[in-house]
């Protein structure tokens, strides 16, 4: 049980799949961390300093006005949750 005191916390996610080579542009969201959980595929994930891979079973967390882009650079469908 998560006990949260005197704040509440909400959470909500959504599911995305992008054909290859779809890209979701540079963006940040200043009030509210996000985090990816990558569920199929293969991708880049541009985050302020850095590009990285990454492929099913992985996860990155941005935190708020963090900017980041993720783009599909495999064959077939990138799919992943977002928790924000």
């Keep these: 049980m998560l006990e949260l005191g005197a704040a ?3 959470l909500a996610w959504s599911m995305f799949d992008y ?3 779809r890209l979701i542009p540079f963006h940040a969201h200043f009030a509210q961390w996000e985090m990816h959980i990558f569920l199929q595929g293969r ?3 541009r985050g302020p300093e850095s590009t990285i891979a990454i492929e ?5 967390i ?3 006005g963090e900017p980041h882009q993720i783009l599909n650079t495999g064959e077939n469908e990138l ?3 977002v928790v924000d």
């Design 56 to 60: 099913a079973g992985q996860s990155i």
């Design 43 to 45: 991708g880049s994930v």
């Design 8 to 10: 509440d916390i909400r």
């Design 79 to 81: 799919s992943y949750f």
């Design 19 to 21: 054909l290859p080579v």
């Design 62 to 64: 941005f935190s708020p």
